[in-house]
């Protein structure tokens, strides 16, 4: 392919033999027109780089190596390559999920295997440049009014996810804890960063909160990995505070053994929502109801392959990275009633494990 279209390139995270995968690092992939996919090659060379962000205004990617335990950012260089911009940063374990904030001050890595949230300044010209890690996670099941807990009653935290929210204030999700952490992000000296708790959320016990959306309303949509659920953290625009909603089945047919919930994605206009079930491999679409105060399934469709480990929605196009079988599959969206279409593309993409959009460049 020649050009790339401003809005048609999408980097892939991946996971590589350090996680047991087959992937080489973090790839590109291009939009065609007609909403199919094309392979470009891999843009930077990477231990698994399974998620990754991209910088609101500077053509930098950011990427944790989960296996490494690192963050790193890598610039734009050519068509659809990457460069790294300095050096590897120090994570926690199992770093999974990075985000950056909306004006490019900072990003946030979560930790699956220490539970840890990382708060890391970010310059000018989008380099990192400072870390600071938030107050460690307490399990609202486990502790006893002192803080203690018998060890066989104890729980290890496991941040999976950070939602930066229209009000500037940042959400994580607690797997091992059910819990979600709303931050607030107070500069200090230079680019150092001050995350302070604000309040804290309390989501069913064992539900495991994974990934989660803000809906144009104010409400942040919650996927549970464990019970397949979805639930609804409530904004109140007086207080300023989220409070626990409506919780529901994230799917029509019900959950299945063996069953874990991936990613949870909205719709352009806010009226649906997708889930990704890994087991079973299905996409639910829900609709999204009462002014974003609850969500319907409606249909569990077939995602196409192994694992659904991430989607994306844009377009009017459904991307859905499957890990185990190695391919993205696209479907078209039904404009009205949201449901996926018939397959429309099956792309081959080594162990993907995250579909993030590429900011347009003035060079495609």
């Given at each position: 392919m020649d050009s790339i279209p401003a809005h048609g390139l999408i980097w892939t995270g991946s996971y590589t033999a350090d996680s047991g995968g087959s992937g080489a690092g973090i790839g590109a992939v291009a939009t065609a027109a007609d909403g199919t996919l094309h392979w470009l090659g891999v843009a930077a060379a990477a231990d698994s780089p399974s998620f990754l962000a991209v910088h609101p205004s500077l053509e930098v990617v950011y990427a944790v190596a989960e296996q490494a335990r690192t963050v790193r950012a890598y610039r734009r260089d050519g068509a659809f390559g990457l460069e790294p911009a300095g050096p590897a940063w120090p994570a926690g374990e199992a770093a999974c999920h990075v985000a950056v904030e909306p004006s490019g001050r900072f990003l946030v890595v979560c930790c699956w295997g220490d539970g840890?949230?990382?708060?890391?300044?970010?310059?000018?010209?989008?380099?990192?440049?400072?870390?600071?890690?938030?107050?460690?996670?307490?399990?609202?099941?486990?502790?006893?009014?002192?803080?203690?807990?018998?060890?066989?009653?104890?729980?290890?935290?496991?941040?999976?996810?950070?939602?930066?929210?229209?009000?500037?204030?940042?959400?994580?999700?607690?797997?091992?804890?059910?819990?979600?952490?709303?931050?607030?992000?107070?500069?200090?000296?230079?680019?150092?960063?001050?995350?302070?708790?604000?309040?804290?959320?309390?989501?069913?016990?064992?539900?495991?909160?994974?990934?989660?959306?803000?809906?144009?309303?104010?409400?942040?949509?919650?996927?549970?990995?464990?019970?397949?659920?979805?639930?609804?953290?409530?904004?109140?625009?007086?207080?300023?505070?989220?409070?626990?909603?409506?919780?529901?089945?994230?799917?029509?047919?019900?959950?299945?053994?063996?069953?874990?919930?991936?990613?949870?994605?909205?719709?352009?206009?806010?009226?649906?929502?997708?889930?990704?079930?890994?087991?079973?491999?299905?996409?639910?679409?829900?609709?999204?109801?009462?002014?974003?105060?609850?969500?319907?399934?409606?249909?569990?469709?077939?995602s196409g392959g192994n694992w659904p480990r991430h989607h994306l929605v844009r377009n009017g196009l459904l991307h859905v990275a499957h890990e185990r079988s190695g391919d993205v599959v696209t479907f078209p969206l039904d404009a009205e009633s949201g449901l996926p279409e018939s397959p429309a593309d099956r792309l081959p993409v080594a162990s993907p494990t995250a579909l993030v959009p590429a900011r347009p460049s003035t060079r495609d």
């Open positions: 840890q949230v990382l708060f890391y300044g970010l310059d000018a010209d989008g380099g990192i440049t400072a870390r600071t890690a938030a107050t460690e996670s307490r399990d609202p099941y486990g502790d006893a009014p002192d803080g203690s807990a018998p060890e066989q009653q104890k729980r290890p935290s496991r941040a999976h996810a950070a939602l930066m929210l229209a009000d500037g204030r940042v959400m994580t999700t607690d797997l091992g804890h059910d819990l979600l952490r709303i931050w607030k992000v107070r500069p200090g000296p230079g680019l150092a960063l001050g995350p302070v708790l604000d309040h804290e959320v309390v989501l069913p016990r064992g539900s495991g909160p994974r990934h989660l959306v803000q809906h144009p309303g104010g409400n942040v949509f919650v996927v549970t990995e464990y019970s397949i659920d979805v639930a609804v953290a409530g904004l109140s625009p007086e207080s300023g505070a989220f409070r626990l909603g409506f919780v529901g089945s994230a799917t029509a047919g019900g959950a299945l053994p063996g069953d874990s919930a991936a990613e949870i994605a909205l719709a352009a206009d806010g009226r649906h929502a997708y889930v990704g079930v890994r087991g079973s491999n299905r996409v639910s679409v829900l609709e999204v109801g009462a002014g974003g105060a609850a969500l319907r399934p409606v249909a569990d469709v077939p």
